[in-house]
C-alpha cells in the first residue's frame, strides 16, 4: 500500500506538471529518501535486529525511543530543508521547503510501518497506509481541480497525510513517541546506529548526489526523465518494497532457528526479486508503445522511454544485492554493511556523472547501471567474509560436501 500510494503520487505529479517542474519534485523526493534513510539507520534498523519476535511490553518500551528518534531527525531534516530552500528560492525551493515541513510526519509514520512487521503485527502497518492513501489521494485531486497543482502544495498534500498516519501510528501501538527516551536509544544501540546510519545515508545518497549532479550538468528536465523512468518500474517497486518490510525480521528470526539456511533465504530473496524485475521490464518495453505509456506518465513517456531499458537493468542489480544486504542485517555484520554500501555508492555516483559527461541523459544511466552490477559482487563477497566469521558458509558452499575424516586406526589403539 505504501509502494503503491508512492507510485501513484510520481504518476499524477508526471502527469500534470512538465519536465522541469517534475524534476524539482523529484530532487525533494530524492532528499526525503535521504532522511528516510537516516531514520532507518538510526531508529528502525536497530529496531528490526533487537526486537523483532519480542514480547509486547518490551517491543513497546523500544518503540517509544525508536519512534522518538524518528522524530528527532525528521525536525533536524526539516529545518535543514526549509534553510535550503529558502537559499535555493524558485521551484525547486518551494519544494524543499513543503517537505521540511512535513518531514518529521513523513518519517515517523515510516518508523510505525516497520515497527508493526517487527512485532508481526503487519495489519496495523497496511490500516495505517491506506489511511495516508485515503487522506492523499482525495488532497492531490482537489488541488488540481482547483488551479492550485504546483510542486509546493502536491508536497504538502503528501507529506501532511502522512502526519495523519503517525499520529494514527502512535494510536495504534499505544505508545507516544519520545524525544527523551531517543537519546538513551542512541546510546543503547550505538554500536549498530551510527555505522547503519552512514550505510543507509551513503545508499541513498547514490539517488540524491546523481540527481544533484545530473541538475548541473544537463538540467532539471534530464532529472525528471530519469526519475520518470524510474516511476514506470514502479508496479514492480510495490512487490519490492513489499517483500522488504519483511526480508529482514524474517533473516534474523532464521538465524536463531536454523542459521545454516540463512544464506538459502537471501539467494532466494534475490534470484526471485531479479526474476520478477527482468520480467515486468521486459512488459514494460513490449506495452508502453502500445498506449500504457501515455496512460501512466502522460506525454513524458515518448522521451523517458530510451531510458526503461538502462533503469530495468538497474532495478536488477538492486534486487541481486538485497539478498546480501539482508544477510549482513541479519547477522549484525553493521561495519561490512556500512563499506559495502559506500563503495557502491561511490562507484555508482562516479558512473552517473562520467555517463552524463560523455553520453548525456543516456549514458548517465547505462553507466550507473553497469556500477550496480560491480556493487552486487562486491555485497556478495562481504556477506561470504560475515557468514565466515559466523562459523557458517554460503549455500553454494554447504551443498558441497566437507572433505572426510581420516578414520582412525583402531589397531593402533
Known amino acids: 500500500m505504501s509502494?503503491?500510494?508512492?507510485?501513484?503520487l510520481s504518476a499524477f505529479v508526471a502527469r500534470s506538471l512538465g519536465a522541469a517542474e517534475f524534476g524539482a519534485f523529484s530532487l525533494a523526493y530524492v532528499t526525503y529518501g535521504l532522511g528516510i534513510n537516516a531514520s532507518r539507520?538510526?531508529?528502525?534498523e536497530p529496531l528490526l535486529i533487537r526486537f523483532s519476535d519480542t514480547t509486547l511490553p518490551a517491543w513497546r518500551r523500544a518503540c517509544a525511543g525508536a519512534a522518538g528518534t524518528a522524530v528527532g531527525v525528521g525536525i533536524a531534516g526539516g529545518l535543514?530543508?526549509?534553510?535550503?530552500?529558502?537559499?535555493?528560492?524558485?521551484?525547486?525551493?518551494q519544494a524543499f521547503i513543503a517537505l521540511g515541513l512535513t518531514l518529521?510526519?513523513?518519517?515517523?509514520q515510516d518508523s510505525w510501518r516497520y515497527a508493526f512487521?517487527?512485532?508481526?503485527?503487519?495489519?496495523?502497518?497496511?490500516?495505517?497506509?491506506?489511511?495516508?492513501?485515503?487522506?492523499?489521494?482525495?488532497?492531490l485531486i482537489l488541488l488540481k481541480e482547483t488551479g492550485h497543482a504546483q510542486v509546493f502544495w502536491f508536497v504538502i498534500a503528501w507529506g501532511g497525510a502522512a502526519c495523519v498516519g503517525a499520529a494514527l501510528g502512535s494510536l495504534q501501538a499505544r505508545v507516544l513517541p519520545s524525544l527523551g527516551q531517543a537519546l538513551h536509544w542512541l546510546r543503547r544501540h550505538r554500536d549498530l546506529g551510527p555505522r547503519y546510519l552512514v550505510e543507509n545515508t551513503g545508499g541513498n545518497a547514490v539517488d540524491s548526489l546523481r540527481a544533484y549532479s545530473v541538475t548541473r550538468i544537463l538540467g532539471l528536465s534530464a532529472v525528471g526523465l530519469i526519475q520518470a523512468a524510474g516511476v514506470l518500474m514502479g508496479p514492480f517497486k510495490i512487490i519490492y518494497y513489499g517483500i522488504s518490510l519483511i526480508t529482514i525480521p524474517e533473516a534474523a528470526r532464521l538465524l536463531r532457528r536454523s542459521p545454516r539456511l540463512l544464506s538459502l533465504f537471501c539467494f532466494?530473496?534475490?534470484g526471485g526479486l531479479a526474476l520478477l524485475a527482468f520480467a515486468w521490464g521486459l512488459a514494460l518495453l513490449v506495452a508502453l508503445p502500445h498506449g500504457l505509456g501515455h496512460l501512466m506518465l502522460g506525454s513524458l513517456w515518448r522521451p523517458a522511454y530510451p531510458l526503461v531499458l538502462p533503469t530495468m537493468f538497474s532495478v536488477m542489480a538492486m534486487c541481486a544485492g538485497t539478498g546480501a544486504s539482508v544477510g549482513l542485517h541479519a547477522l549484525g555484520a553493521a561495519r561490512r554493511s556500512m563499506r559495502n554500501t559506500l563503495r557502491t555508492a561511490f562507484l555508482i555516483v562516479a558512473a552517473a556523472v562520467i555517463g552524463a559527461l560523455v553520453a548525456g541523459t543516456q549514458g548517465t544511466v547505462w553507466f550507473a547501471a553497469g556500477a550496480s552490477w560491480v556493487g552486487v559482487l562486491i555485497a556478495w563477497w562481504q556477506l561470504k567474509l560475515a557468514l565466515h566469521?559466523?562459523?557458517?558458509?554460503?549455500?553454494?558452499?554447504?551443498?558441497?560436501?566437507?572433505?572426510?575424516?581420516?578414520a582412525r586406526d583402531t589397531a593402533a589403539d
Open 117 to 139: 512487521f517487527a512485532v508481526g503485527k503487519g495489519y496495523h502497518a497496511f490500516i495505517n497506509d491506506t489511511v495516508w492513501a485515503a487522506v492523499q489521494i482525495p488532497l
Open 389 to 406: 566469521d559466523a562459523g557458517l558458509r554460503l549455500v553454494g558452499e554447504w551443498l558441497r560436501p566437507r572433505p572426510a575424516t581420516p
Open 268 to 270: 532466494a530473496v534475490s
Open 104 to 108: 518529521p510526519g513523513l518519517l515517523l
Open 41 to 44: 539507520g538510526l531508529a528502525v
Open 3 to 8: 509502494s503503491l500510494t508512492n507510485f501513484l
Open 80 to 93: 535543514i530543508g526549509i534553510a535550503a530552500g529558502a537559499l535555493l528560492g524558485g521551484t525547486t525551493g
